[in-house]
Nanobody, 115 residues
């Protein structure tokens, strides 16, 4: 199994920036796509961004141009740089990793953007 630990969340004012990290450990061989998802109170979990082993990326329309996902395969760590944050970005952010058709999840990190 893959263990994932997120870090970097916090409280920031609108327009500010945060950088999330996701450290993978355990059975990390052959991890394929990794991603960031978020869940706001009372809402379903939604895709924020994904990145493949080769570096191909995909973003939700709501974060395009503001968030950047990246991955350091040597360090088994994924990042997401979040700029120009908005109050509607407030949510718990979860890291995911896909391996042999199975998706692992981290426990999440809270991001709160004040207006």
């Amino acid at each position: 199994q893959v263990q994932l630990v997120e870090s970097g969340g916090g409280l920031v004012q609108a327009g500010g920036s945060l950088r999330l990290s996701c450290a993978a450990s355990g059975s990390i061989f052959n991890i394929n796509a990794m991603g960031w998802y978020r869940q706001a109170p009372g809402k379903q979990r939604e895709l924020v961004a994904t990145i493949t082993t080769g570096g191909s990326t995909n973003y939700a329309d709501s974060v395009k141009g503001r968030f950047t996902i990246s991955r350091d395969n040597a360090k088994n760590t994924m990042y997401m740089q979040m700029n120009s944050l908005k109050p509607e970005d407030t949510a718990v952010y979860y890291c995911s990793a896909d391996r042999y058709g199975f998706r692992s999840w981290g426990r999440g990190t809270q991001v709160t953007v004040s207006s």
